[in-house]
């Protein structure tokens, strides 16, 4: 699956936090932020993992999305809001495990850090 207008258009919004990339998995393509995934994009929308760190900073209220009942919950995002896309990402980075080929292979500057 070839990546599109709006992926280019989100790396180049989540460029400051460094190592960033979408790939295709299961034909969805996922976010990675120094090589952990952190969200998945479906149609035009961004949509990020939602954590602890997250709910402290947008707030109990924040309404989380989910496909399938009991799966995981997750944060529509606007990424031409990029400070506040990007203060999420950042606070919800460390909450999120790394797939098992990376773990213990990296650090991550995850830029203004």
Same mark, same amino acid.
Do not use: H, M
């Given at each position: 699956m070839k990546l599109g207008e709006f992926e $280019?258009?989100?790396? @180049?919004?989540? $460029?400051?936090? #460094? !190592? &960033? @990339?979408?790939?295709? &998995?299961?034909?969805?393509?996922?976010?990675?932020? +120094? #090589?952990? &995934?952190?969200? +998945? &994009? $479906?149609? @035009?929308?961004?949509?990020i993992k939602a954590t602890r760190a997250g709910k402290a900073?947008?707030?109990?209220?924040?309404?989380?999305?989910? @496909?399938v009942p009991g799966s995981m919950p997750l944060y529509l995002v606007d990424p031409e809001d990029q400070e506040a896309m990007l203060e999420l990402i950042r606070a919800? +980075?460390? !909450?999120i495990g790394y797939p098992a080929s990376y773990r213990g292979k990296r650090r991550a500057n995850l830029g203004g850090e």
């Open positions: $280019a258009y989100l790396l @180049d919004q989540l $460029a400051p936090l #460094g !190592e &960033v @990339d979408i790939r295709v &998995v299961f034909n969805s393509p996922c976010v990675y932020v +120094w #090589g952990k &995934v952190v969200g +998945w &994009v $479906a149609g @035009d929308q961004l949509f900073l947008l707030g109990e209220d924040e309404p989380t999305y989910s @496909d919800s +980075w460390p !909450e």
